[in-house]
């Protein structure tokens, strides 16, 4: 079982990312997901979370900019961010609690530029 993610990419302040975090592998059930990231020189931080049923969580961070969404068909959970400012810049990673295990994709950058 992995997670793979993709969309980082490099925009400039105000503009919009689309992240997709795809799981793959034998996967019997998938409960929470979520979106961490880590700036340079800090720790990572919680960004999003989305339970099965599709309740939602965010860091007053980005409340009101970022949307956590999932397709359980297709076993992915998406981060759609807009009015982005460089502060967002960072590794963005998903994880899931596949199989009743929790893990982690490999992480995606955003830069933001000013």
């Known amino acids: 079982v992995q997670l793979q993610a993709s969309g980082g990419g490099l925009v400039q302040a105000g503009e919009s990312l689309r992240l997709s975090c795809a799981a793959s592998?034998?996967?019997?059930?998938?409960?929470?997901m979520g979106w961490y990231r880590q700036a340079l020189g800090k720790q990572r931080e919680l960004v999003a979370t989305?339970?099965?049923?599709?309740?939602?969580t965010y860091a007053n961070s980005i409340k009101g900019r970022f949307t956590i969404s999932r397709d359980n068909a297709k076993n992915t959970v998406y981060l759609q961010m807009n009015s982005l400012k460089p502060d967002d810049t960072a590794v963005y990673y998903c994880n899931g609690m596949i199989n009743r295990y929790l893990r982690w994709g490999q992480g995606t950058e955003v830069t933001v530029s000013s």
């Open positions: 989305i339970t099965a049923g599709g309740f939602t």
């Open positions: 592998g034998s996967i019997f059930s998938i409960n929470d």
